[in-house]
């Protein structure tokens, strides 16, 4: 009798024993695996979520899509702090949104580096996830792809003028010169929108918004990096070679495509999506390898070329989610692999994939030849005193700078007022501003 | 007693042949008169009329065409079926989900307001009690503040009972109508007829009875007037969607369309993507907000224009 | 006279002032609840915030003191968007009321099937507003494409960065609210208008009255509360404006930017910087500016009198 009870007694304690081991192995599993995220993309990166259910079927359910209009995005954290609930779990924004929602009133980022393997990070392009990097380490983004500035010039017609492909500024300068005296009305650049500040300002290192530290800024438009690419421009603009149109202005477009376009600064996305060469391209209706692509050219005093980028955005989660398992595991996936990245509509930020990805470039009969070599180390070139700070440079650099040059202005003349204004926009956004550094 | 010798009356014998032909057109202008007026509405016509006109015509036209082509020529009947093939390629053609969700919220939101607005400015008219010129004051106030300032107090209450992302969180408040209030107060204070009210009231009539019978008969005119500017505030209305909705499929018109836009290279081409959207998808999008309310319109016409407070002392 | 016989007939007449007091209080109640949920507690709640301080973009009640007023006014964007504010107000109100008075009269100068056709395109852009009319604004003013390019090419302007430029954005923005805004109030007008009762119109023009004359001194005065509420509300919208130069702001080179207008600066403190306090107080701001003219438009009106008949 009591044999069997103890028998009993341990039988029970060890289905207990087991039934307890059994039920914490599937409500962790169920946990890790159960609760869905959201995921908010614009309709272009459908296909990297396609991409990601076809290789993990078993999240299918788990997925919950959103496109929304991402600029939204930093004013929806903030009511969704005053709700406490309804934050989405992975979000695709540029990583000038991603400061913005790291700032102390929205404090919305995963530090993703627990998550991250070194050596995955490592291979992503030198700089590229620099944006992405608080000044306190926190990885809070991963780069989806690069729009690195490069220099786009029209081969043949170069080969005409027989002028030579500048690699400094100061060249870039000279043959400004020359086209304005030789062959007036032809353009080297265009200077009407805050692309110009990424292609002339940002390469020089004109310090607009220097992290300091966390907290500390250095702004200074007076500093000779700024006043170099000012005056250089100054001297463009008024002989005409740089055109005080933006690039895709409908009076440049048609300077383009009557063929007067020499070369420009712009971004890597440039070569399919400006010039394409297909029919209904901005640029170049037809593909006739007349496209070239240069290194961005250096400033002669500066030890290696820098550059700027215009665009480009990142996948980052949120801190609030369920299920960072799942999301940090999307957010790789989508960064890094080859099947998506591969045919990616741009320059992946993940190395191995953009050397996938290179051959779709070749696919386009536009380049005079392959254009990867340059814009991939274009690619490490980035300036990375630049700062991902939370105030928008581009729209100042428009407000007061092109404004000034529509009402015949000089940029040197208007850095002044440049000063005031980004300024005053750190100061609004929390930061403390220096104008100089103190070694 | 007019003099009449001094000032001979206008009217003088009816003109016969071309001259009544002339008088007919011109009334009482001279031809300096007629014409200098017939410039000046026609300009004005012109500069209402020009960009919906254009707007009309410009998604039959390519990208191109829009450029090339004059301004009012029409392009293809089938430019506008492209161009909304090419919307609908915007997430598995959402557009159709917007535009439902703008007519009945615009609807809903149109009968709840009418509900509440006709009865407050009558009963602000009429009657004299306590707290009357508090509240037109609160209203004209209400009017004047900034909307930017109640977006989160707005926000936070209907956070307070859960409605948040879901329909009623734009048909409730959208139904508060100040304007509307105020509307229908200066219709009734001014076209009322206070003599048959007072006479209805001595003769027993109580206050239910006047409105119903009395006042919401001659509103007839204000109801469509009311109807039309509501539906087309709510069909238009752009901040509050954004601030009480995230879910994609519950957006408006003009919130999904904003976000199309500026999200695409409709107009702006700073971003690379693949979906097929430029300027006439951008001009169709324009068209798709227009065309429902001036359906309405059309509808309530007849109330909206030609009746439009007209009083019931009118001779 | 004696106090033995207490009278306890009441006359009729007094009891209807109760009965009618009491239908009027439902009548409005709908719309009392309304305006407190939807009117006056947001507003007080904005007050409140004005003076709060907001820590993670959650509310630290009564915290700040003037601070975020302080935090406004120091900013150098309140006074560059006030001038420009101060600027569209000069030109946007009396194009408006001028705009609008005018051509309501003009209308009604003679009745007919032209002036009922005019009636209905002056009214069917009211149709197009928000995002939409931002959108074909664009589009209109582009020498490029829209239907006005013969205009601007005359006028020596080739792309839409030289028609956009700062200095004529208060008359592009006046344009656009015209647009929109005009037809609905021209149809209100001339309602009113058509309340004018025909004997007063028929006994001045016996007295020889013309056109311009009865458009004047008969017609005018007569819509005086009219124009009234409608340089109100003009103004007050006047001083919100915020789609216009946030739209026109997006488009490819523009120099509008982000903070124009007094609204979008508020609009940048809520959303941008998490600082509704500071949204809060320039919102009230502004409602002091509008309130101040509201005022002066009463004071000089008699907007609120029931008894104000114009017939």
Same mark, same amino acid.
Request: aromatic fraction near 12%; include cysteine; charged fraction near 10%.
């Given at each position: 009798?009591?044999?069997?009870?103890?028998?009993?007694?341990?039988?029970?304690?060890?289905?207990?024993?087991?039934?307890?081991?059994?039920?914490?192995?599937?409500?962790?599993?169920?946990?890790?695996?159960?609760?869905?995220?959201?995921?908010?993309?614009?309709?272009?990166?459908?296909?990297?979520?396609?991409?990601? !259910?076809?290789?993990?079927?078993?999240?299918?359910?788990?997925?919950?899509?959103? !496109?929304?209009?991402?600029?939204?995005?930093?004013?929806?954290?903030?009511?969704?702090?005053?709700?406490?609930?309804?934050?989405?779990?992975?979000?695709?924004?540029?990583?000038?949104?991603?400061?913005?929602?790291?700032?102390?009133?929205?404090?919305?980022?995963?530090?993703?580096?627990?998550?991250?393997?070194?050596?995955?990070?490592?291979?992503?392009?030198?700089?590229?996830?620099?944006?992405?990097?608080?000044?306190?380490?926190?990885?809070?983004?991963?780069?989806?792809?690069?729009?690195?500035?490069?220099?786009?010039?029209?081969?043949?017609?170069?080969?005409?003028?027989?002028?030579?492909?500048?690699?400094?500024?100061?060249?870039?300068?000279?043959?400004?010169?020359?086209?304005?005296?030789?062959?007036?009305?032809?353009?080297?650049?265009?200077?009407?929108?805050?692309?110009?500040?990424?292609?002339?300002?940002?390469?020089?290192?004109?310090?607009?918004?220097?992290?300091?530290?966390?907290?500390?800024?250095?702004?200074?438009?007076?500093?000779?990096?700024?006043?170099?690419?000012?005056?250089?421009?100054?001297?463009?603009?008024?002989?005409?070679?740089?055109?005080?149109?933006?690039?895709?202005?409908?009076?440049?477009?048609?300077?383009?495509?009557?063929?007067?376009?020499?070369?420009?600064?712009?971004?890597?996305?440039?070569?399919?999506?400006?010039?394409?060469?297909?029919?209904?391209?901005?640029?170049?209706?037809?593909?006739?390898?007349?496209?070239?692509?240069?290194?961005?050219?250096?400033?002669?005093?500066?030890?290696?070329?820098?550059?700027?980028?215009?665009?480009?955005?990142?996948?980052?989660?949120?801190?609030?989610?369920?299920?960072?398992?799942?999301?940090?595991?999307?957010?790789?996936?989508?960064?890094?692999?080859?099947?998506?990245?591969?045919?990616?509509?741009?320059?992946?930020?993940?190395?191995?994939?953009?050397?996938?990805?290179?051959?779709?470039?070749?696919?386009?009969?536009?380049?005079?030849?392959?254009?990867?070599?340059?814009?991939?180390?274009?690619?490490?070139?980035?300036?990375?005193?630049?700062?991902?700070?939370?105030?928008?440079?581009?729209?100042?650099?428009?407000?007061?700078? !092109?404004?000034?040059?529509?009402?015949?202005?000089?940029?040197?003349?208007?850095?002044?007022?440049?000063?005031?204004?980004?300024?005053?926009?750190?100061?609004?956004?929390?930061?403390?501003?220096?104008?100089?550094?103190?070694? | 007693?007019?003099?009449?010798?001094?000032?001979?009356?206008?009217?003088?014998?009816?003109?016969?042949?071309?001259?009544?032909?002339?008088?007919?057109?011109?009334?009482?202008?001279?031809?300096?008169?007629?014409?200098?007026?017939?410039?000046?509405?026609?300009?004005?016509?012109?500069?209402?009329?020009?960009?919906?006109?254009?707007?009309?015509?410009?998604?039959?036209?390519?990208?191109?065409?829009?450029?090339?082509?004059?301004?009012?020529?029409?392009?293809?009947?089938?430019?506008?079926?492209?161009?909304?093939?090419?919307?609908?390629?915007?997430?598995?053609?959402?557009?159709?989900?917007?535009?439902?969700?703008?007519?009945?919220?615009?609807?809903?939101?149109?009968?709840?307001?009418?509900?509440?607005?006709?009865?407050? #400015?009558?009963?602000?008219?009429?009657?004299?009690?306590?707290?009357?010129?508090?509240?037109?004051?609160?209203?004209?106030?209400?009017?004047?503040?900034?909307?930017?300032?109640?977006?989160?107090?707005?926000?936070?209450?209907?956070?307070?009972?859960?409605?948040?992302?879901?329909?009623?969180?734009?048909?409730?408040?959208?139904?508060?109508?100040?304007?509307?209030?105020?509307?229908?107060?200066?219709?009734?204070?001014?076209?009322?007829?206070?003599?048959?009210?007072?006479?209805?009231?001595?003769?027993?009539?109580?206050?239910?009875?006047?409105?119903?019978?009395?006042?919401?008969?001659?509103?007839?005119?204000?109801? #469509?007037?009311?109807?039309?500017?509501?539906?087309?505030?709510?069909?238009?209305?752009?901040?509050?969607?954004?601030?009480?909705?995230?879910?994609?499929?519950?957006?408006?018109?003009?919130?999904?369309?904003?976000?199309?836009?500026?999200?695409?290279?409709?107009?702006?081409?700073?971003?690379?993507?693949?979906?097929?959207?430029?300027?006439?998808?951008?001009?169709?999008?324009?068209?798709?907000?227009?065309?429902?309310?001036?359906?309405?319109?059309?509808?309530?016409?007849?109330?909206?224009?030609?009746?439009?407070?007209?009083?019931?002392?009118?001779? | 006279?004696?106090?033995?016989?207490?009278?306890?007939?009441?006359?009729?007449?007094?009891?209807?002032?109760?009965?009618?007091?009491?239908?009027?209080?439902?009548?409005?109640?709908?719309?009392?609840?309304?305006?407190? $949920?939807?009117?006056?507690?947001?507003?007080?709640?904005?007050?409140?915030?004005?003076?709060?301080?907001?820590?993670?973009?959650?509310?630290?009640?009564?915290?700040?003191?003037?601070?975020?007023?302080?935090?406004?006014?120091?900013?150098?964007?309140?006074?560059? %968007?006030?001038?420009?504010?101060?600027?569209?107000?000069?030109?946007?109100?009396?194009?408006?009321?001028?705009?609008?008075?005018?051509?309501?009269?003009?209308?009604?100068?003679?009745?007919?099937?032209?002036?009922?056709?005019?009636?209905?395109?002056?009214?069917?852009?009211?149709?197009?507003?928000?995002?939409?009319?931002?959108?074909?604004?664009?589009?209109?003013?582009?020498?490029?494409?829209?239907?006005?390019?013969?205009?601007? /090419?005359?006028?020596?302007?080739?792309?839409? %960065?030289?028609?956009?430029?700062?200095?004529?954005?208060?008359?592009?923005?006046?344009?656009?609210?015209?647009?929109?805004?005009?037809?609905?109030?021209?149809?209100?007008?001339?309602?009113?208008?058509?309340?004018?009762?025909?004997?007063?119109?028929?006994?001045?023009? $016996?007295?020889?009255?013309?056109?311009?004359?009865?458009? $004047?001194?008969?017609?005018?005065?007569?819509?005086?509360?009219?124009?009234?509420?409608?340089?109100?509300?003009?103004?007050?919208?006047?001083?919100?404006?915020?789609?216009?130069?946030?739209?026109?702001?997006?488009?490819?080179?523009?120099?509008?930017?982000?903070?124009?207008?007094?609204?979008?600066?508020?609009?940048?403190?809520?959303?941008?910087?998490?600082?509704?306090?500071?949204?809060?107080? $320039?919102?009230?701001?502004?409602?002091?500016?509008?309130?101040?003219?509201?005022?002066?438009?009463?004071?000089?009106? /008699?907007?609120?009198?029931?008894?104000?008949?114009?017939?």
């Amino acid at each position: 009798m009591s044999r069997f009870f103890l028998l009993n007694r341990r039988a029970i304690t060890m289905a207990l024993l087991l039934t307890l081991v059994f039920a914490s192995v599937l409500t962790t599993h169920s946990q890790a695996a159960g609760s869905p995220i959201t995921v908010w993309i614009d309709s272009t990166r459908q296909a990297a979520v396609d991409k990601f !259910i076809a290789a993990n079927p078993d999240a299918a359910d788990l997925i919950k899509v959103e !496109i929304v209009d991402r600029a939204t995005f930093p004013a929806k954290v903030l009511l969704f702090n005053n709700t406490n609930s309804g934050w989405p779990d992975v979000v695709f924004a540029e990583p000038g949104l991603v400061a913005q929602v790291s700032d102390a009133s929205r404090d919305f980022p995963l530090d993703l580096r627990p998550f991250v393997d070194a050596k995955i990070l490592a291979n992503f392009a030198t700089g590229a996830n620099g944006d992405c990097i608080l000044p306190d380490g926190k990885l809070v983004c991963l780069r989806n792809d690069l729009a690195q500035n490069v220099l786009w010039y029209n081969v043949p017609l170069m080969k005409q003028f027989g002028y030579s492909v500048p690699t400094t500024w100061e060249e870039y300068q000279a043959l400004g010169e020359k086209v304005a005296k030789e062959h007036p009305g032809y353009l080297i650049g265009a200077f009407g929108d805050g692309q110009a500040m990424n292609n002339y300002f940002w390469s020089s290192g004109c310090p607009t918004g220097q992290l300091v530290n966390a907290t500390t800024v250095y702004i200074n438009t007076a500093d000779p990096k700024c006043t170099r690419a000012a005056a250089m421009v100054d001297v463009l603009v008024a002989n005409g070679s740089v055109s005080k149109s933006n690039p895709f202005d409908p009076a440049f477009i048609a300077q383009v495509t009557s063929g007067k376009l020499l070369m420009i600064p712009g971004a890597s996305w440039y070569g399919e999506y400006i010039f394409g060469g297909k029919k209904d391209s901005m640029y170049f209706q037809t593909a006739t390898g007349q496209l070239g692509v240069a290194l961005p050219p250096k400033w002669a005093a500066d030890p290696k070329a820098l550059t700027g980028a215009q665009g480009g955005a990142a996948w980052t989660v949120s801190k609030h989610t369920q299920n960072p398992e799942l999301a940090t595991k999307f957010v790789l996936f989508v960064t890094t692999d080859n099947g998506y990245q591969g045919t990616a509509p741009t320059f992946p930020a993940y190395t191995p994939a953009a050397t996938l990805w290179a051959k779709t470039l070749t696919a386009n009969p536009v380049y005079a030849q392959d254009p990867f070599p340059v814009l991939q180390q274009a690619a490490g070139l980035y300036d990375a005193t630049w700062g991902n700070v939370r105030y928008d440079r581009a729209e100042s650099f428009q407000r007061i700078i !092109i404004a000034a040059m529509a009402d015949g202005k000089t940029v040197t003349a208007t850095l002044k007022d440049w000063q005031a204004d980004l300024v005053n926009l750190a100061q609004a956004q929390g930061y403390q501003v220096v104008t100089t550094l103190t070694k | 007693m007019t003099d009449l010798t001094k000032n001979p009356p206008l009217v003088s014998s009816p003109p016969r042949g071309v001259g009544r032909l002339y008088r007919a057109i011109l009334g009482d202008m001279g031809a300096a008169g007629f014409i200098l007026w017939l410039v000046v509405l026609l300009t004005a016509a012109i500069f209402f009329g020009l960009p919906l006109l254009w707007l009309l015509l410009a998604p039959s036209k390519t990208d191109n065409e829009l450029l090339n082509l004059t301004p009012l020529a029409f392009g293809t009947l089938a430019g506008y079926a492209k161009a909304w093939a090419n919307l609908n390629t915007f997430n598995n053609g959402v557009i159709s989900r917007w535009a439902f969700n703008s007519l009945w919220y615009s609807l809903t939101s149109l009968i709840l307001s009418l509900a509440i607005a006709l009865p407050a #400015g009558y009963a602000l008219a009429v009657a004299q009690f306590r707290g009357r010129r508090v509240i037109l004051f609160l209203t004209l106030i209400t009017m004047i503040v900034p909307g930017s300032a109640l977006v989160l107090p707005l926000f936070l209450e209907v956070n307070v009972v859960g409605l948040v992302n879901t329909p009623w969180a734009v048909i409730i408040p959208s139904a508060f109508f100040p304007f509307g209030v105020y509307l229908s107060f200066i219709y009734f204070a001014n076209s009322l007829p206070k003599d048959l009210l007072a006479a209805a009231r001595v003769d027993g009539a109580n206050e239910w009875q006047l409105f119903r019978f009395v006042g919401l008969p001659l509103a007839r005119s204000l109801l #469509g007037l009311l109807a039309f500017l509501s539906f087309t505030a709510n069909w238009n209305n752009y901040f509050l969607p954004f601030v009480m909705l995230n879910n994609n499929t519950l957006y408006t018109l003009p919130l999904g369309l904003q976000a199309l836009v500026t999200g695409t290279s409709a107009l702006y081409p700073t971003f690379a993507t693949d979906l097929p959207l430029k300027r006439p998808e951008a001009t169709l999008t324009g068209l798709i907000t227009v065309v429902p309310v001036v359906i309405v319109f059309l509808f309530s016409q007849r109330y909206v224009i030609s009746g439009a407070l007209t009083g019931a002392t009118k001779d | 006279m004696s106090t033995l016989v207490k009278s306890t007939t009441y006359p009729i007449v007094r009891r209807a002032p109760r009965f009618r007091v009491n239908a009027a209080h439902l009548l409005v109640l709908p719309y009392v609840i309304f305006l407190t $949920l939807f009117g006056v507690l947001p507003e007080i709640t904005a007050l409140v915030f004005s003076v709060s301080k907001f820590v993670g973009g959650r509310p630290q009640l009564f915290a700040a003191g003037l601070s975020n007023y302080m935090t406004v006014f120091n900013d150098t964007r309140f006074s560059t %968007s006030m001038g420009h504010m101060l600027n569209y107000l000069l030109i946007a109100l009396p194009f408006g009321v001028i705009g609008v008075v005018m051509l309501a009269l003009l209308l009604h100068a003679r009745s007919g099937r032209l002036t009922a056709f005019l009636r209905t395109v002056y009214f069917v852009p009211g149709a197009v507003a928000g995002p939409a009319v931002i959108i074909l604004a664009i589009f209109m003013f582009d020498p490029n494409v829209g239907p006005f390019r013969a205009l601007l /090419s005359a006028l020596g302007l080739t792309t839409v %960065s030289q028609v956009v430029r700062n200095y004529r954005l208060p008359f592009l923005f006046t344009l656009i609210s015209f647009f929109a805004g005009a037809g609905g109030w021209i149809a209100i007008f001339f309602g009113a208008l058509n309340n004018i009762s025909q004997e007063i119109q028929e006994a001045a023009k $016996l007295d020889g009255c013309g056109l311009i004359q009865m458009a $004047l001194r008969i017609k005018f005065p007569l819509i005086r509360p009219y124009i009234a509420y409608m340089a109100i509300l003009t103004f007050a919208g006047n001083i919100q404006l915020f789609a216009e130069p946030q739209l026109l702001g997006k488009v490819q080179g523009s120099t509008v930017g982000s903070y124009w207008s007094p609204n979008q600066l508020s609009y940048a403190f809520a959303f941008e910087y998490g600082n509704f306090g500071a949204a809060a107080a $320039l919102s009230l701001l502004m409602l002091s500016i509008g309130l101040l003219g509201a005022i002066l438009v009463l004071r000089f009106t /008699s907007l609120f009198r029931a008894d104000a008949a114009i017939n």
